[in-house]
């Protein structure tokens, strides 16, 4: 009446193993919630473990007792997951961190008051625009800084490109003038991604576990047939 017992080595295995690779440096309140949240679902999986363990090994339990036990220690997990609090905590806390890091990549080259360096911008766009392709000499030159101003520093038309081409300039602009939070930016993302991957890693492990399935009205039901159930009603013959 046993069902395969997880080690804590599949538990780390299959709920974001990758953690072992975010960056090392990251130090944000963001981070501290991601990682809590793959401790607390490791920690909820362990637990549960635990729980079924006892349940098995509880002589004063019948086979048809150990598989309610186990259902209602997996449906209370379940519950819990499905309104993780620990998860809530890191996407609200990434949410912030990926917004102050957007608002401090706002910053692009401002119009010149200059007049010789708005002479030499014309000069640029006029450039620019007689290419074959201006879209792609413009993305070639992304690290000119005096190209990125000239373009983004006046309609769109004078450089020979639609709104749709000016727009991609300016987000390529934006990572190519802030590195640093354009990666943290992703790491950020990819790092949620997997959490939240991480999730449905544990939840699939409790399911296991606990040997339930997930009803078409999300109610969670055990996969095996209590010993009564099928003592009360036999499989009649044809």
Known sequence: MMTRRITDTEIAA?????????PADAKTIAWDRLRECVDALRGLVYTVNAQCLEAEHDGDLSPEGVIRRRSKIGQKALSELAEFEPLKLAEKAA???????????IELPKPTTNAVDFMLEQEVRSYVADQNSPIEFVLKAM????VLSAVLTAPPFLSGLNDTEWNMVRERARVALHPQQSEMQQWLNKALAEVRGGAAAAKRMLLERCELREDGEGQFRPTRTSLAAVTDHPPTGH
């Not at 690290?143 to 005096?146: A, I, P, Q, V, Y």
């Open 14 to 22: 299959r709920i974001v193993p990758t953690m072992l690779r975010w």
């Open 95 to 105: 949410a912030a961190n990926l917004t102050a890091l957007e608002d401090r990549m």
């Open 143 to 146: 690290s000119d800084r005096r």
